[in-house]
DNA sequence: ACCCCTAGGATGTCTAGAGATCACGAAGGA
DNA sequence: TCCTTCGTGATCTCTAGACATCCTAGGGGT
């Protein structure tokens, strides 16, 4: 709790206001907040010190600019994605999603896929245990949900292993991917997920179309089949004000 | 990959110059930036331009400003926390941590801690399968690594369940809480943890000396006796530079 | 050798403008 | 009725300054 006789800079006394005013319900989701003409008059501030004002707002995630248009106040409804520990205990073929029943719901669905045959990168190889540069099955996702991209995932497998097969096709049949590694005796049966956080790059500002101050979670899933060989890397960058993450564990 | 040829600000421009000059090892952890000055005279633009430009590295935790003298490069040494089932799998009282062995070798400690028993908010006696206002232990943590605050904990008990034993102390003895529920009879069997990702309360921020541009992950577990009760929730809180999760399963 | 203290330089805050770009609704034409 | 066009207003980019605040290095005194 900061003290409140402190100095304050004008733009952080203006961006607790508009907080205020969006925790006291007086803006709602999807509500146009004031803008910059507006702040500017009611505070008799420069333009830029308001637009540092609902700066604070869009980095905190409260708030969204759409130029031309307004700030508005951001909804926030996450998916919730189980861990694939649940999913993999069951059958591949199952059917099952890795996501949580309330997302069947929803209209999510593969927008951008593109599958080919690349040199590894050099923290790909490595966890592969091959060659940087030898040759991988590279296949990029989009996923969009009601028409919002919320995931960009990349997986890696060893193009020695699944070289003519259905996996370097775009539909790789039921049961995805690790159906069709079970079928050549490479079925994964342990998993590592890495989870990060960080502001996107432009890039992924660009590709999941985030607004300032949205940051996303990285999850780097690697795949081991029985021989403890990594089979797949799977590389996902998903946007944080859309994703619960759960995992489940029995002691 | 943006194309080349689109017309992009100046300050992208510029931002985008300083992060291929700090990839290509121009720049190392630590090392100091051009500054304001420096980029307005070299790429001829008004100072709030080149601020702009620094506020994209620092906005995507590259950079790191320190008032009164220059922008520096971060340095990500992120600590590897492992997921609690590998932990829970082992005794209690083994003395096994939940961090990796690379943090034994750093400067670990508990710099705040205070245990009370005060009403459960509202979500977590819904978790808790209390009601609300019910006494619960809290335990709230502050751990500091290195001299940098890492992490805020905050864990709830029942009192019911925990009143008059060693759970109510700061020192909850070896094995730590889980050791002693499981003396009580309600040693956890199964957990879940939620994993949520946004930017800092001005409150985060301050008590883990964020700078901007940091998001936080959030940890929610919930402990389970093997009656199906919840037994803890342990709401955490962590510095997003400071952390990778790491999780095993077995399929 | 050690300490304090100051001057310079760095980032932080703020102003008052200007043109560019984009969204949306209103007016007008087919 | 539907579509296109256009103007208004909104955010975005950028300029050229000003003062405030803070760190750091170096000089001078002890």
């Not at 009601?146 to 775009?170: C, H």
């Not at 890495?194 to 101050?213: K, Q, V």
Request: glycine share 10%.
């Amino acid at each position: 709790m900061p003290a409140s006789g402190e100095k304050q800079p004008k733009y952080q006394r203006i961006a607790e206001a508009l907080k205020a005013a969006v925790e006291s319900g007086q803006y709602r989701a999807g509500d146009r907040l004031p803008g910059e003409n507006d702040l500017m008059e009611t505070y008799g501030v420069a333009r830029m010190t308001a637009r540092q004002a609902l700066g604070v707002l869009q980095s905190e995630g409260i708030a969204e600019a759409r130029k031309g248009a307004g700030v508005f106040v951001r909804s926030f409804r996450p998916l919730r994605r189980r861990g694939i520990q649940r999913l993999a205990q069951e059958h591949w073929g199952s059917g099952r999603s890795i996501w949580s029943a309330d997302v069947e719901s929803r209209d999510l669905v593969v927008d951008q896929i593109s599958v080919s045959e690349e040199g590894a990168p050099e923290g790909i190889a490595r966890v592969l245990g091959i060659e940087p540069g030898d040759p991988a099955c590279v296949r990029s996702r989009r996923f969009v949900l009601d028409g919002k991209p919320v995931l960009l995932a990349t997986s890696y497998l060893p193009a020695a292993l699944v070289a003519g097969t259905r996996i370097t096709e775009q539909d790789t049949g039921p049961g995805g991917t690790y159906g069709r590694l079970a079928e050549l005796g490479a079925g994964p049966v342990r998993f590592r997920e890495e989870i990060r956080s960080r502001m996107p790059t432009a890039d992924e500002a660009t590709r999941l179309h985030l607004t300032t101050g949205t940051p996303v979670i990285l999850i780097c899933r690697t795949a081991f089949s029985e021989d403890g060989r990594a089979v797949e890397v799977n590389e996902m960058t998903l946007d944080a004000a859309s994703y619960v993450l759960e995992y489940d564990f029995d002691a």
